[in-house]
């Protein structure tokens, strides 16, 4: 089992900037790739990007393409998604998902077995 935890999200205003971290524990060797995922209220769940296992393969939703930076650090078993120029509408809950097979930069929920519950972004405009 790999037991996954978000942390770094929180208030703030347009134009700024957040990391988020997500850190791994457990059978971590089984981990390969990982993605983060957003939801926001009263909407379905959304890719946002993923990364494999040894970082060299990224995939970013068009959204945040050229906004937010996918990266990890597998010595210290922490995913990162710096964001930047953050808009109202990246408000949501961020949650991060490990894959224990696919190691491509999938942006299908149903790639990912573990997941996090999430750290809550809010964008002020």
């Known amino acids: 089992q790999v037991q996954l935890v978000e942390s770094g999200g929180g208030l703030v205003q347009a134009g700024g900037s957040l990391s988020l971290s997500c850190a791994a524990s457990?059978?971590?060797?089984?981990?390969?790739?990982v993605g983060w995922f957003r939801q926001a209220p009263g909407k379905e769940r959304e890719f946002v990007a993923a990364?494999?296992?040894?970082?060299?393969?990224?995939y970013y939703a068009d959204s945040i393409k050229g906004r937010f930076t996918i990266a990890r650090d597998n010595a210290k078993r922490v995913v990162y998604l710096q964001m930047n120029g953050l808009k109202p509408e990246d408000t949501a809950v961020y949650s991060c998902?490990?894959?224990?097979?696919?190691?491509?930069?999938?942006?299908?929920?149903?790639?990912?077995?573990?997941w996090g519950l999430g750290t809550q972004v809010t964008v002020s405009s």
């Open positions: 998902a490990a894959s224990n097979g696919i190691d491509y930069p999938s942006s299908m929920v149903s790639s990912y077995k573990y």
């Open positions: 990364i494999n296992r040894s970082g060299g393969a990224k």
């Open positions: 457990g059978h971590t060797s089984s981990m390969y790739a």
